[in-house]
Structure formats: C-alpha cells, structure tokens
C-alpha cells in the first residue's frame, strides 16, 4: 500500500434491528483513527473526540458539539479510543435514557469491529 492510500478516507456503513429500531451506522476511517456515527435518522446532534494519553490510562475525551448534559457520546468514543487505541469521534444520535440500547449498540459496533477490523 502506498501512501496515498494510506491516508485515504474509507467509509463503512452497517445496520441493525435493535429493540425494534432501525440503527445505522456510519464509520469513516481515516489516517491514525475514526469518526463513528450512530443514529436512526439523518440527524448530527452532538460529536465527542477521545484518545489516549500516556498521562492516564483512560483516553481524554470531551464533547464538540452538544449537550453537555448527555454523556452517551463521551462514554462510547472513550471506550473505542481504548479499545482500539485510536483518536475516535462519536456522534451518538439516539435517545440516551435507555441505557439497554446503548449497552446493545455497543455491542453491535464491537461485532462490527471484530468481523472487519480494517473498517476502523
């Protein structure tokens, strides 16, 4: 592979019947990590980017755009930016109050990641 096409944007989409709804997702992987959308409709409501830090062990990770009161967008880029080691971006643009969703959502994305690894 040479460098052009190592620092070319790949996009990924996938969905998935989650208690009774459609859920898309939406990655776009690009040189030294990814951007994550997930969501039921065409909807960008808020963005967090989190990554690792050799002066902690959990990845920082702060919301962009958003409602600082939701915490679903934060929580899901740490956990992928620790799982993966990569600078990752998450909009997560569905109801948050049912915390079942979310734990299956990301269940659905690690599914993902471990049947094609190359996609994030």
Do not use: C
């Amino acid at each position: 592979m040479d460098a052009v096409d190592s620092d070319a944007i790949s996009v990924h989409d996938f969905s998935e019947k989650i208690l009774e709804q459609v859920v898309h997702f939406h990655v776009m992987k690009m040189k030294g990590g990814f951007f994550l959308w997930i969501g039921a409709t065409p909807n960008l409501s808020n963005l967090a980017v989190s990554m690792s830090s050799k002066y902690d062990s959990m990845p920082l990770s702060t919301l962009l755009l958003g409602d600082p009161s939701d915490t679903a967008p934060n929580a899901l880029a740490q956990r992928l930016a620790k799982k993966t080691k990569k600078q990752v971006f998450v909009s997560y643009s569905l109801p948050s109050t049912d915390s079942s969703l979310m734990l299956l959502v990301e269940n659905r994305i690690k599914k993902e990641m471990d049947q094609f690894p190359d996609n994030f």
